[in-house]
């Protein structure tokens, strides 16, 4: 069986990163997706000891609404079209955190969106797309 990984954003580019994955699990047949969203956490952050009380509070939140919002929806659509998919919620690093799940799992694949922002902060430290393909462990599509 072969496995793809699909990193969702949020955004219309997750769901165009999306709609491809799902051509191409219909394309290969045997095809299982993994839906992965991340949450933008860094353990390298600084709180004040009232933020670090609630820190487990806002993460299990934050997690909940991804699951709501962006990864249920996502995977009742792959369910109606017939597509085989699991879906995560994680914290962490961006790119990291996709490398990693795609190497734990044995993806052949990871299908991105690449994002429409061009902003002066993407230029100073570049997006999670760049960072992504120039790290993966596996090929990276990027879907425009």
């Not at 954003?9 to 095809?31: P, V």
């Not at 860094?42 to 000891?49: D, E, I, N, R």
């Not at 795609?102 to 052949?108: D, F, L, T, V």
Request: aromatic share 4%; charged share 25%.
């Amino acid at each position: 069986m072969t496995t793809l990984l699909v990193g969702l954003d949020g955004h219309s580019s997750g769901e165009r990163a999306l709609a491809h994955a799902e051509r191409q699990a219909k394309l290969i047949g045997d095809c299982e997706l993994i839906v992965l969203y991340v949450i933008e956490w860094s353990p390298f952050s600084f709180h004040t000891a009232e933020e670090n009380a609630q820190r487990h509070k806002r993460r299990e939140e934050e997690i909940a609404f991804a699951q709501e919002r962006v990864l249920d929806p996502a995977l009742k659509q792959l369910a109606e079209a017939g597509v085989k998919a699991t879906g995560k919620v994680l914290h962490g690093d961006v790119a990291d955190t996709i490398n990693r799940v795609a190497k734990q799992s044995g993806a052949e694949q990871i299908v991105v969106g690449r994002t429409s922002d061009n902003g002066f902060s993407q230029k100073i430290f570049g997006s999670v797309t760049s960072n992504l393909v120039m790290s993966a462990s596996v090929p990276v599509t990027v879907v425009a």
